[in-house]
């Protein structure tokens, strides 16, 4: 197969959903639903169900189709490393710190990449979440030559959670 190397996606392209294979979906929607606050915008019987925020017709899907009562996800091996939720403001993403925080939710880590802000947790499937919010695009760490320089430094919390404040 000839791949031409110098097409590109085009720029308004975006990620739309993630439909994610579960072992419960009832505890699925206690995590995405419950706990996150996605709506529920279809349920399909007792096997699937669709949740999204703002009214879009769905950010996530949860199913049981082939995984009803499965193991949870292999921490190694190939696979959905994590889904990325962003968060618009950062305050936002502070509120649901909160949240995490309040129901002694286990977070698996938490990050200052320079471009974004990050909260990480596992689903009750085994799957990586990811919670974050973007800083400005102007406010990105670059290198000399314009080039990104993310980084991963701790998350002051303290200071995430004085956006509440």
Known sequence: MAIDENYKAPVTTRIGHVH????????????????????ITQMMDESAAFLSAGGYHHHIGLNTWHSK?????????????HT??????????AEVLQRLIEVEYPLTGAADHGVSEALYMNDPDGNGVELYWDRPKDKWPRKSDGALDMYTKA??????????K
């Open 84 to 93: 990325a939720i962003v968060y618009k403001e950062r305050k936002e993403l």
């Open 69 to 81: 009562g499965a193991p949870e996800a292999a921490k190694s091996g190939v696979g959905l490393y």
């Open 20 to 39: 994610l294979k579960v072992s419960n979906l009832e505890q699925a929607l206690m995590f995405y639903n419950g706990l996150l606050g996605f709506e």
């Open 155 to 164: 998350l002051h919390f303290e200071d995430l959670l004085a956006e509440l």
